[in-house]
């Protein structure tokens, strides 16, 4: 049940797709207004989550220390993942954001006769992690060609780069493949690995299979259906100079698809896991610098009511004790 | 309580059927219910501590503790207060309020599984609500109920749980299957910090009054008499005379420390562990003989004797209440700074949160070595500083006389405790002092050290007796490393920077690598130490005859 309900759910965000651009009215809802709607509330979605979590504060400094501290010296720190300076956490981020360093560290482990247990290593949910966020931002990136008049050069490049193989027409991208292995891999993953498959929750398949479709209809417009990309490009490229428009009849209901299942993951986006991509810039464990003993660091709330049992107290409970064991007192 | 023997744990770790060992529980771990029964929990704390609590500790703050009594974890019946499901969703709305780790950490995981063998709990019960992502799962589970969209709206559709007694039961046995080491931490790609989850979750525990004694009356302890034993005053001073009086035998030397001393230089704080139990009393030997050695101008405290806090393992107002006690004491003698001894959690407390609490200490000085004049300048604000940092810089400067070859009956390894490998960076400078006073040293295997290190399986409170079994199978993946040492390198000794592991590590070599010893650095410094002086030495501090001298 945790894998058929989410994927008939997209069985079903399919069917309406494909039902609602063959109604009247129905592509014009599906072209224009939701994707408006969609882009609204994901921006809108992903300020405030953002925000919500930006008004709590960190009372502590709590960074996990991967490595050597700032100390004496001559002792050789390692500046990147315990960081004693702004510059180190901002490196630190840059590794965990854009090469997923935390994930490279993974293992292991199994235990055997002995008992033993062994940690091997362990790179392929890293591999594939970095394939499938890397091929969705080139593809999110090459299709800013149907959104902008004239096409920038990095679109262009990126196009080209990623069709270098020069197969077949319209020309293969790899990051097609590269993607939808990915999304494979990463959905096997959770499939057969029994602690994986134990842990994993409908929210983990719905957004698996979301994006798959996506992939899916994405690439049968593109290379089956043949959907008319002049027509498309009037239409997004008329979203974008908020002057839309939809040539009746010559887009085929394969696109309306398509940017329904669209919508549907930048709707979901704010209110689900996805949101690991703003929250992995503010995680307090990673982007704070180790620095809690040279420089106070302030906790809002922090209960100055709260005072140790006082000395004087002590005293007066154990003076005599103390006396008798030669311990200086306050009064004699 | 008698304990199953170690090969036979050691089948039942290897092949009895755990999630470790590829055997999948029939149902989804929400129906699956947390069965107490003896020896897999800690005894609740008794009714006439969490009394002293609510009346003596924190008269200020009415329910942080909820109501004292006398409950049983096996019966049904916990005699929680009325409408206790709403305190603890009040609970949890105040610390979603008060802590932004802890919003992240609800929204922002994926499920991807890094964590799930990275939990020495996992890796040695395969239970697998031990697997971090599971242990946050069972609070996430009511958090996406009450305080998302998608719960509230879809409920158990989206993963959403009510707070009911059975998962309150789950959060007692799991979060106290949790010794908030940090492991996970590591490897997980937002940096998703169970530590800060298993504090949170007994945060809330406690105020419906689930909690346990080992925790709550060594805390009541340390609030009244200033260390965790509950040692007054003359006991403590007499406990560390005793340890003097051995120093006299074994070198030949009168040290003399003060207690309470207004006007010294450096105020040292040390675990109480080290100066009433074995092996830490040989550690404290090591300090004792070491800040003679040097002519340090320090003074003992009776009334802040205890570096370690378990107010971290209870509540942040209990860690603020206990810590105080540093500062105000340093203040009160007029010291200039504040050493530290060895311990791990302690050390969490002062690196992380001391400062934050109950600073700013602007009536003490930048920590300054009287020997070497080397500024601290990593302590500059705290003005605490630990005692391998202090130690490794006089060494440096060739400022203690040192014969490693005092430490040759020893093959030693290095065990980096949790909470200073990962709570605050403290890798390579116990490693420089190991390597200068003792000539045979081995690493443990890589994934097994450093920030990667395997806590001793009883942190955070858990060092209690009626969970051996569970403590003894948390522990095997650190016994299982040295074990790995042992018989290549015929390594006989672990060495560590902390109280809690000197107690548990002895516990766990016991158990699984009987002739490996436990003993902190400074006993090994201590060892090493050639004093002005002294008489030829013949046995360790220990009285354990030195290498050359066992005829």
Redesign the interface.
């Known amino acids: 049940m945790r894998i058929l309900n989410p994927f008939i759910a997209v069985l079903a965000l399919i069917a309406v797709g494909l039902v609602a651009a063959q109604v009247p009215g129905g592509q014009a809802l599906i072209g224009i207004v939701l994707p408006y709607l969609a882009f609204a509330l994901f921006l809108g979605g992903v300020a405030y989550r953002v925000m919500h979590w930006a008004k709590s504060p960190v009372p502590f400094r709590i960074p996990t220390t991967c490595g050597q501290a700032n100390s004496l010296p001559w002792i050789k720190q390692n500046k990147i993942d315990c960081p004693s300076t702004r510059l180190g956490v901002i490196a630190r981020m840059i590794l965990e954001v854009f090469l997923f360093r935390s994930l490279f560290r993974n293992t292991k482990a199994e235990v055997h006769e002995g008992p033993k247990l062994v940690y091997g290593s362990s790179k392929f949910l890293w591999l594939f992690a970095i394939l499938f966020h890397y091929s969705f931002l080139v593809i999110v990136l090459r299709h800013m060609r149907l959104f902008m008049e004239p096409i920038p050069g990095f679109v262009a490049a990126l196009e080209f780069g990623d069709g270098f193989m020069q197969i077949g027409a319209p020309v293969f991208y790899q990051t097609n493949a590269i993607f939808l292995a990915a999304i494979a891999f990463l959905f096997l993953r959770r499939v057969m690995l029994s602690n994986i498959r134990y842990i994993s929750l409908p929210a983990d398949y719905f957004p698996l299979f979301l994006i798959f479709g996506i992939a899916v209809t994405g690439i049968l417009m593109r290379y089956v259906f043949r959907a008319d990309v002049v027509a498309i490009k009037q239409l997004t490229h008329g979203l974008t100079t908020f002057a839309p428009a939809i040539a009746a009849g010559q887009i085929s209901p394969i696109f309306f698809i398509h940017v329904f299942l669209v919508c549907a993951l930048l709707i979901y986006f704010p209110f689900s896991k996805l949101m690991h991509m703003a929250g992995v810039f503010m995680s307090p464990t990673r982007n704070m610098i180790n620095n809690s003993r040279m420089v106070r660091h302030i906790n809002p709330w922090n209960d100055p009511n709260i005072k140790p049992h006082s000395y004087a107290g002590y005293e007066d409970e154990f003076r005599e004790f103390m006396k008798e064991g030669g311990i200086p007192v306050e009064k004699e | 309580m008698a304990i199953i023997k170690a090969d036979k744990l ?2 039942s ?3 009895g059927p755990s ?4 055997a ?2 029939k149902n ?2 929400w129906d699956v219910p947390a069965t107490f029964k003896p020896g897999n929990y800690a005894y609740p704390a008794k009714k006439e501590i969490i009394e002293y609590h609510t009346q ?2 924190f008269p ?1 703050h009415p329910g942080l503790f909820g109501q004292p009594r006398d409950w049983d974890p096996e019966s049904d019946d916990w005699n929680l207060p009325e409408g206790w499901e709403k305190i603890i969703l009040n609970g949890l709305k105040e610390r ?10 609800m ?8 964590c ?3 939990c020495h709990f996992f ?1 040695g019960t395969g239970d ?1 609500k031990n ?1 971090p ?2 242990r946050a ?1 069972l609070l996430r589970s009511v958090y996406r109920n009450d305080f ?3 719960g509230k709206i879809l409920g158990k ?3 959403g749980r009510p707070m009911t007694f059975g998962v309150l039961k789950e959060w007692f046995m799991y979060f106290y299957q949790c010794t908030e080491c ?1 492991r996970c ?9 169970t530590a ?1 989850i298993t504090m949170i979750g007994r945060e809330l525990l406690h105020l419906v009054g689930v909690n346990i004694n080992w925790i709550m009356e060594p805390a009541a302890n340390s ?4 260390n965790h034993m509950g040692l ?3 006991t403590f ?2 406990n560390i005379v005793y340890l003097c009086d051995d120093i006299e035998e074994i070198t030949g030397i009168r040290v003399e420390p003060t ?4 006007g010294a230089e450096v105020l040292f704080i040390t675990p109480s562990a080290d100066v009433f139990a074995e092996p830490g009393i040989y550690t404290a030997m090591g300090y004792l003989l070491l800040f003679h050695h040097i002519g340090l101008d320090y003074t003992w405290s ?2 802040a004797s205890e570096g370690g806090n378990f107010g971290l393992f209870t509540n ?2 209990m860690m ?6 540093m500062y ?2 340093a203040k ?1 003698l007029g010291v200039k700074w504040i050493l530290g001894g060895e311990c791990g959690h302690m050390w969490r407390v ?4 001391m ?3 109950n ?2 200490a602007d009536f003490l000085q930048v920590p300054t070595s009287p020997i070497t004049g ?1 500024r601290f ?6 003005k ?1 500083v630990h005692i391998s ?1 202090f130690t ?2 006089l060494i ?1 400067h060739g400022k203690v006389k040192l014969d490693p070859k005092r430490n040759d009956h020893r093959t030693v390894t290095w065990h980096d405790s949790c909470n200073t ?9 116990p490693r ?1 002092v190991m390597q200068n006073v003792c000539n045979n040293f081995h690493e443990m ?1 890589e ?2 050290i ?3 290190t395997f806590c001793c399986g009883s942190g955070t409170g858990l060092n209690t007796d009626e969970i051996m079994e569970l403590r003894m199978r948390a522990g ?2 650190r016994a ?2 040295v074990k790995y040492v042992r018989d290549r390198h015929a390594v006989d000794t672990l060495a560590c920077v902390c109280a809690i592991d000197r107690a548990t590590l002895t516990s766990l070599m016991n158990y699984w690598n009987p002739d490996v010893n436990v003993c902190g650095l400074s006993e090994l410094v201590g060892n090493a130490l050639v004093m002005e002086g002294e008489k030829e030495r013949e046995t360790g501090l220990r009285f354990e005859p030195l290498a050359g001298m066992e005829g």
């Not at chain 2, 979603?96 to 950490?105: G, H, M, N, V």
């Not at chain 2, 207690?259 to 207004?262: A, L």
Request: hydrophobic share 30%.
């Open positions: 050691g089948v770790v290897a092949k999630l470790m060992t590829g999948v529980p989804d771990w003596k500790t200020s979603l309020d008060k802590f932004r780790s802890l919003k992240i950490f929204d922002c995981c994926v499920r991807c599984g890094a799930a063998d990275k890796l697998p697997m992502v599971l799962e998302t969209l998608g559709m989206a993963g940090r931490s590591v490897f997980c790609p937002y940096g998703i910090d800060e609030n009244r008499t200033g007054q005053p003359h001073k007499d207690f309470n001393r207004k009776t009334y942040n107002e603020k209440k206990l810590n105080g006690k105000a004491e009160r002062l690196h992380q949160y400062d934050t609490m600073g700013p080397t300048d990593n302590a500059a604000s705290t605490m940092e490794a810089d440096k490998a990962r709570a605050m960076g403290l890798l390579d400078e420089y295997p994934n097994t450093r920030e990667s095997l993946p299982n490393a």
